[in-house]
């Protein structure tokens, strides 16, 4: 029987929740397809140490699996290790140019890669929001402490002015979002050939946080980049969220198109050059990992026990959203990539497109449930009466007005994204 081979990029796999996505990939892959299909991860990490460190505990874990997941003596599964700076658009246009010449297709996307841009904790902040709700603290905190306006080193070489629009980005914007958005849009020939014999489509997933609904009301379209607030982090996982999910909307479609534009020298799989048909159209979701204990927020390791036990008295107080453990974390942008194209299109038609988390009960066992949006509720379904838990303290229901506005912030997050893509790949051409 001829195998198939289902293709999955993961940035930022070397650590935390990027390595244990990997590993549940693995997991889940072997466990739910049949012995004739395997998996190539691609792994993009910052250095090749780093890259060949991942593949090396890879396979180490791999080689410990039963005999039953194995095939002819070999684990279903294989590595390719790339090297990538998402705070470099150049570092990024090089690879987007090596995968295109060297891959076959792709059928995932895993955006994991991020930067938090945070300092430390105020922890008389934190006390007062911890007395006031403890829960409601440990899982929207408004204590963490981030500079202001920080961003990347020059994109374009022979530049020595940092700080100013024509030479630099945001960093956390560039490494959380745009440096993606602009990978995924190189990637979009290789997504738009993806296919499988269960009808898959290519697939973007966005890593998001359910720490965005603390600043639906911070967010700035005049501050895309998130230059000017104290929030930089929650502010670019928000834009993900309203590019994710308006990004199936007849409000976007003309920059959603153009996103996913096959260059003229790539044809898709229809055969003609241009925007993918509807069948090989990639999809792009938004997940979130629950709040993991990470070290993406610098604190002492004795604080760190500390954090660590605040999540667990969280979660036996009833949050279902700390999964605590990174691996129960992967469990939602792990279920999105490998669910079968007709269960998520059959949810989504019921239930509008909505961004999935992983949760836990009060004993650890994770699942996956959808989380309200501020702006978009759970699918953008107006008066949706579905009473979930987990909610941020003031939720509402969604209004008309709401969803509108929503939809309107949709199409202005595309609009700007595009030129903003347009205008650095122009600055960028020529340049290897």
């Not at 990490?45 to 991942?54: A, N």
């Not at 019921?350 to 961004?355: I, S």
Request: hydrophobic share 35%; glycine share 10%.
């Amino acid at each position: 029987m001829r195998v198939v081979t289902t293709y999955v990029l993961v940035t930022g796999a070397n650590s935390g929740l990027g390595f244990t996505t990997c590993c549940r990939l693995i997991d889940e892959f072997l466990d739910t397809r049949p012995g004739h299909e395997s998996i190539t991860l691609i792994l993009t990490t910052r250095d090749s140490r780093k890259g060949d460190s991942t593949v090396s505990r890879l396979q180490k874990r791999a080689d410990k699996l039963p005999k039953s997941k194995r095939q002819d003596g070999t684990t279903r599964v294989s590595y390719k290790s790339e090297i990538v700076a998402l705070d470099s658009l150049l570092s990024v246009k090089r690879l987007s140019k090596k995968l295109l010449a060297e891959l076959p297709k792709l059928d995932v996307v895993i955006l994991n890669a991020g930067c938090g841009g945070w300092t430390g904790v105020d922890y008389w902040m934190a006390t007062q929001q911890s007395m006031k709700g403890f829960v409601q603290s440990v899982t929207w905190p408004a204590f963490k402490l981030a500079n202001i306006g920080v961003v990347t080193k020059p994109q374009l070489p022979n530049t020595s002015t940092q700080g100013t629009t024509n030479t630099a980005l945001g960093e956390v914007f560039c490494i959380n979002v745009f440096g993606h958005y602009l990978l995924s849009h190189n990637l979009a020939p290789l997504l738009s050939k993806a296919h499988h014999p269960s009808g898959n489509r290519g697939r973007i997933i966005w890593l998001s946080s359910i720490e965005t609904e603390a600043v639906i009301d911070a967010f700035s379209i005049d501050d895309i980049q998130g230059l000017a607030s104290p929030t930089p982090y929650e502010i670019s996982k928000r834009l993900g969220d309203v590019l994710a999910l308006t990004s199936s909307l007849p409000a976007t479609k003309p920059w959603v198109d153009s996103f996913l534009l096959a260059p003229k020298s790539v044809p898709t799989p229809s055969g003609e050059e241009g925007i993918p048909t509807t069948e090989s159209k990639p999809g792009m979701y938004v997940t979130h990992p629950g709040i993991c204990s990470t070290d993406i927020l610098p604190v002492h390791w004795i604080l760190n026990l500390f954090k660590l036990l605040t999540f667990y008295i969280a979660r036996w107080l009833g949050s279902p959203w700390h999964t605590i453990d990174a691996y129960k974390g992967a469990c939602a942008p792990v279920w999105v990539a490998l669910s079968p194209q007709a269960q998520l299109d059959s949810i989504e038609a019921k239930e509008g497109p909505g961004k999935w988390g992983s949760s836990t009960d009060i004993w650890g066992n994770e699942r996956v449930r959808r989380t309200e949006v501020g702006g978009w509720g759970w699918g953008g379904i107006v008066g949706e009466e579905v009473q979930r838990g987990g909610r941020i303290s003031g939720a509402k229901a969604l209004t008309r007005e709401a969803r509108e506005e929503f939809e309107v912030l949709g199409r202005e997050c595309w609009r700007r994204m595009e030129g903003l893509r347009e205008e650095w790949e122009e600055r960028l051409d020529g340049l290897d």
